[in-house]
């Protein structure tokens, strides 16, 4: 069995695949994310998913190797990581009862083939009309500043949204599980034939 690798130092997608049972290893890519002149969102996160995975890829012979990147997009601005409090609750007031879509860029790299498998998963949601204290509560109380649109999903986040669309609510965590198992599945690798390791 090939190695497993997990592109990425974020703790959210590292938490994900662990739910999946299989052994890997989780190592940072050292790559520019800068967006380029006149790239679309889509585009961009395909470009970072492939570009994470490709960095690593002269460490493992043999080696699936998972790269993701995620923007969120309102009015054709991008949200990123807010890092501060006020910005954080600039991009939560932004979103109060719009509708802001999220783009997730994932990539499975075979190096052993050089094959890579790539898509870009768009989940949509729709956020409740929100007043300050609201807002305020919120982020006082988790505290999301290292997320893309100030929220965590799988937290108290939930309780900003009025609805969620899309295939795979794991996107908006930063990792589509359900497309990734797929592309793990036609890279020769059945998630559920595996035996289970201890989280």
Do not use: W
């Given at each position: 069995m090939?190695?497993?690798v997990?592109a990425?130092?974020s703790?959210y997608?590292?938490?994900?695949l662990?739910t999946?049972g299989?052994p890997?290893v989780?190592l940072?890519?050292?790559i520019d ?7 679309t ?11 994470k995975a490709l ?10 190797i998972?790269?993701s990147?995620?923007?969120a997009?309102?009015d054709?601005t991008l949200?990123?990581?807010?890092h501060?409090?006020e ?5 939560l007031?932004r979103?109060?009862g719009?509708t802001v ?6 990539c499975?790299?075979n190096?052993?083939t050089?094959e890579?498998?790539?898509?870009v998963?768009p989940f949509?949601?729709s956020?409740?009309?929100l007043s300050d204290?609201?807002?305020?509560n ?14 965590k999903s799988e ?8 609805e969620l669309?899309?295939r795979d609510?794991n996107s908006l965590?930063?990792l589509p599980?359900?497309?990734l ?18 989280l």
């Amino acid at each position: 069995m090939p190695d497993l690798v997990l592109a990425s130092s974020s703790k959210y997608r590292l938490q994900m695949l662990q739910t999946l049972g299989l052994p890997f290893v989780s190592l940072a890519p050292d790559i520019d994310e800068s967006p380029k002149p006149r790239e679309t969102p889509r585009d961009l996160v395909l470009r970072l998913a492939k570009a994470k995975a490709l960095a690593l890829a002269p460490n493992f012979t043999n080696a699936l190797i998972i790269g993701s990147d995620q923007v969120a997009l309102i009015d054709g601005t991008l949200l990123g990581k807010p890092h501060t409090h006020e910005n954080a609750f600039a991009q939560l007031k932004r979103c109060s009862g719009r509708t802001v879509e999220f783009s997730t860029g994932l990539c499975l790299l075979n190096t052993a083939t050089g094959e890579a498998d790539a898509l870009v998963e768009p989940f949509f949601v729709s956020f409740r009309t929100l007043s300050d204290t609201q807002i305020e509560n919120y982020l006082y109380k988790e505290e999301p500043y290292d997320c893309a649109g100030s929220f965590k999903s799988e937290g108290l986040g939930i309780a900003l949204f009025e609805e969620l669309n899309g295939r795979d609510p794991n996107s908006l965590i930063g990792l589509p599980l359900i497309q990734l198992v797929t592309m793990l599945s036609r890279a020769g690798l059945d998630v559920l034939s595996q035996p289970t390791q201890a989280l």
